[in-house]
């Protein structure tokens, strides 16, 4: 006679197992939160899991941009600031745009790709009329500690330049552009020209 089948010690939501009898097996699936479907993940636990949890994520994810969007279509209604998040999918657009016009070059619009997902990382929630030279300083000086001077003047200018936009869309009042009020970070040259002698 086989034993019941033993509880898994799951520690993922939204992740289950069902006991096969016949196949005298563990299966696992996957319930959908908004649905409430389940969906089979097959026997292999490491594969489940990790199905599992890049589900979640995409669920989470979706879901903060439904919050986001509502939350800044009240803020327009109320003539008050979108957030940071929205305003740099926007500022990303206008990007796009240039590059397709040929105001920028590939190499500028592929520079803006990584100081935008840093502030969306860390400032993604906020208001954008909110953001303070002290957010991005905190966000520079994490370059400047590592050595990297140069991807902190890379950094700054961009930010300076996504204020420059939002000032010119009426997004925050004119002159607000915290990226300025920002120490511009010093690059030591450290290669220094040969002579023949």
Known sequence: MIGRPREKNIDIPNLYTTYHPR???????????????????GA??????LIAIEA?????????????????????DK?????????????????????DQGEIQLATYRQKKKPIALMRQKLALLPL?????????????EYKTAGQ??????????????FKEAQHAGEVPPGYNPALATKRPKTRIKRQRLTLD
């Open 56 to 76: 979640n994520s995409r669920i989470a994810e979706q879901r903060t941009r439904q919050i986001l969007a509502i939350s800044d279509r009240i803020a327009t």
């Open 79 to 99: 003539d008050e600031s979108i957030t940071v998040a929205t305003w740099l999918d926007r500022y990303w657009n206008i990007q796009k745009e240039r590059l």
């Open 149 to 162: 001077s140069r991807m902190a003047q890379v950094v700054r200018s961009v930010f300076s330049d996504i």
């Open 129 to 141: 009329d909110k953001v303070g030279t002290r957010d991005l300083v905190s966000i520079l000086d």
């Open 44 to 49: 292999d636990e490491t594969q489940a899991r």
């Open 23 to 41: 196949m005298r097996k563990m299966y696992w699936r996957y319930r959908h939160p908004i649905t409430g479907k389940f969906h089979s993940l």
